[in-house]
């Protein structure tokens, strides 16, 4: 297992999607495709605007990624759900960092804007998830507020977004 750091490689996460993070039955993030960010540039247990800790990272886009292709045809933009998505997998990763165990899921969130969009000529995704509550008793669950930034623009905010860790699935 990696010892808790404060940035993680593409390489780091894969190993994450392998299992070889948080340990085995553990939260991994999906494998690409679904992975939605090449690096984690920070992470930590405080600051954020709540600080009670904040994760960031960043997805380099290209003209090939593959949802360009197929959403939409001849009109190619970044489904909404896969930056969704992302905030959720960078929540989860935050309450397995935090030293958690279990398999994460995504428990949905109070509150989803979209303003912009994400098209082949953009440059960099960077989330942002500033953690508002973390339960540790009898259930592992993250609450974090989140938003998406494209080539410097806020265009999705996610309020309450919620992730949990179960064991025994």
């Known amino acids: 297992m990696i010892k808790q750091k404060n940035t993680y490689s593409y390489e780091e996460l894969l190993a994450c999607g392998e299992g070889q993070l948080f340990g085995d039955g553990n939260a991994r ?3 690409p495709p679904m992975l939605m960010f090449d690096r984690i540039t920070h992470i930590s247990d405080t600051g954020g605007q709540y ?6 990272a960043e997805l380099d886009i290209k003209p090939d990624l593959w949802f360009f292709e197929c959403h939409f045809k001849e009109d190619p933009v970044m489904p909404g759900c896969l930056g969704l998505d992302a905030l959720w997998q960078l929540a989860g990763f935050h309450l397995a960092w935090l030293g958690n165990e279990g398999r994460g899921r995504a428990l949905g969130c109070g509150e989803v804007k979209f303003t912009g969009q994400v098209m082949p000529h953009n440059k960099k995704l960077t989330y942002q998830v500033d953690v508002r509550q973390v339960f540790v008793k009898n259930t592992k669950l993250i609450v974090a ?3 998406m930034q494209c080539d410097g623009e806020t265009i999705y905010v996610a309020k309450k977004l919620k992730v949990g860790l179960f064991t025994g699935i």
């Not at 600080?51 to 960031?56: C, F, H, S, W």
């Open 29 to 31: 993030l999906p494998y």
């Open 51 to 56: 600080d009670k800790g904040q994760i960031i």
């Open 145 to 147: 507020d989140g938003n």
